[in-house]
């Protein structure tokens, strides 16, 4: 049996789990909002140099209006608007809320898929996702936040988290209609990023942070190097694979698959950076392998 989009999403849950350590990282010393934006800028220079080696031109010019619209608008819906919605999550209730809520991403693309393109899962598909989602909800539900992890408002928190979760669905189902066809998941991630940077550096003028956060950056040379190396795995590596995922798997499954990224980084935090991992958080982790092999199965 064909597994390409269900493996397609474990590595882009595992490139984003990677990337996650390095942006919280960058994230601490410039800020969210700066990392968000310098990553995006980092990741459409790979992309262009990426497509100008493989296909001999820097973006895909080539992939037709309709390809171009709906991945045009899947990268603002689903990498820009979505990124800041959670990052404002993050800041009013907290990064362990913020991930919950955004877990919301496969029940919401399910439902949208199936609105709107027909698209239904299997009794065993709906079971293993139930299964998993249950497990990363353990997951996330066990992991202790620090002490000084600022919260805000919360109805508000839950509202943008709530957002951010229905940003990353319909930006998934809206690139599954431009992947149609033999175009490339980095032909297809080169549009959405343009689009995302495009929208957010817009944004950025608008809003009169452009000195401020070249200056940031200026002064954080390492910090700058440090979101070079993540823009590699997440919006590079991992936007890619998901790409690859929603192409050949049905958009509820995929993005099952890449909500994984709290449950690899248990083992990460565990074995890499010896933080302590209570029964529930190995208990979840456990129920979310089962229902990524029922997934597997079905």
């Known amino acids: 049996m064909n597994f390409i989009g269900e493996i397609a999403g474990l590595a882009t849950s595992f490139f984003y789990a990677i990337s996650a350590f390095i942006f919280s990282k960058a994230g601490r010393a410039v800020g969210s909002m700066v990392t968000?934006?310098?990553?995006?800028?980092?990741?459409?220079?790979?992309?262009?140099?990426?497509?100008?080696?493989?296909?001999?031109?820097?973006?895909?010019?080539?992939?037709?209006?309709?390809?171009?619209?709906?991945?045009?608008?899947?990268?603002?819906?689903?990498?820009?608007?979505?990124?800041?919605?959670?990052?404002?999550?993050?800041?009013?209730?907290?990064?362990?809320?913020?991930?919950?809520?955004?877990?919301?991403?496969?029940?919401?693309?399910?439902?949208?898929?199936?609105?709107?393109?027909?698209?239904?899962?299997?009794?065993?598909?709906?079971?293993?996702?139930?299964?998993?989602?249950?497990?990363i909800g353990w997951v996330v539900l066990s992991h202790e936040e620090p002490a000084d992890t600022p919260h805000g408002h919360t109805r508000r928190g839950i509202i943008f988290g709530v957002l951010a979760g229905l940003g990353q669905a319909t930006g998934l189902v809206l690139a599954k209609q431009g992947m149609t066809g033999d175009l490339s998941p980095f032909q297809g991630n080169a549009i959405r990023m343009l689009a995302a940077a495009a929208f957010i550096w817009l944004w950025t003028v608008v809003a009169g942070q452009t000195s401020a956060t070249i200056e940031t950056v200026r002064k954080h040379p390492k910090v700058l190097w440090l979101i070079a190396f993540g823009a590699v795995a997440g919006p590079l590596l991992g936007v890619s694979s998901s790409l690859l995922a929603v192409k050949y798997a049905e958009v509820g499954v995929a993005s099952t698959l890449m909500a994984l990224p709290p449950v690899i980084v248990l083992?990460?935090?565990?074995?890499?950076?010896?933080?302590?991992?209570?029964?529930?958080?190995?208990?979840?982790?456990?129920l979310a392998i089962i229902g990524v092999a029922v997934l597997f199965l079905a």
Do not use: C, H
């Open 36 to 135: 968000n934006r310098v990553r995006l800028a980092f990741a459409l220079t790979y992309l262009v140099i990426l497509n100008l080696i493989l296909f001999r031109e820097p973006l895909p010019f080539s992939a037709g209006t309709s390809r171009w619209m709906w991945l045009g608008i899947s990268g603002i819906v689903g990498l820009a608007l979505g990124d800041i919605f959670l990052f404002q999550a993050y800041i009013s209730v907290g990064t362990r809320l913020g991930v919950l809520l955004l877990s919301l991403a496969p029940i919401f693309g399910s439902i949208i898929s199936w609105i709107f393109f027909g698209e239904t899962l299997t009794v065993l598909q709906i079971t293993g996702i139930v299964l998993a989602l249950a497990g």
């Open 267 to 286: 083992p990460i935090s565990y074995f890499v950076f010896k933080e302590k991992v209570g029964w529930q958080g190995v208990a979840g982790t456990v």
